[in-house]
């Protein structure tokens, strides 16, 4: 059985709108997920968060304006890879909001766009539909 690690998803704002793309994944294929990744050895979770965002996107953020806005736990149960993650959230604006971002990784999203909070696209990443569900709302510390 494998170890629980240690995710952080990004909501990148702008306006009302969040950062989404579809991932190309075994864990949520084809749904619409948040930047973010894998927390690596020695990193804080907002150097985590901007470096995934930044690999990901190319699109710079404030690091030092980046907020920790909840925590979820998560078990992906289906095969053929059974993952446990605990998932940290963070929030930040873009450095500069004319920076378009850009699919850096194509192998494992099929693109960026923003999407405004009350009209998000469908299937979302399962562990931020049940976000969604619970009635969290990433705007609402603003
Ligand atoms: P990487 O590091 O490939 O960006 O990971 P990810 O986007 O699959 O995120 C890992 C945590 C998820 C599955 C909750
Ligand atoms: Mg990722």
Known sequence: METPRVGVGVFVVKE????????????????????????EFGESF????????KEETGLELEKEKMELLTVTNNVFR???????????FLRSAVADPNQSPENTEPEKCDGWDWYR?????????????EMVNN????????
């Open 78 to 88: 289906d095969p053929p890879e059974p993952r446990h993650y605990v998932v940290v």
């Open 46 to 53: 907002e150097e985590c968060g901007a470096r995934e965002v």
């Open 16 to 39: 009302r709108s969040v950062l989404l793309g579809r991932r190309r994944s075994s864990i949520g294929n084809s749904t619409f997920a948040l930047p973010g990744g894998h927390l």
């Open 135 to 142: 009635g969290f709302d990433p705007f609402s510390s603003e």
């Open 117 to 129: 909070w009350d009209d998000l696209p469908s299937p979302l990443f399962p562990p931020l539909q």
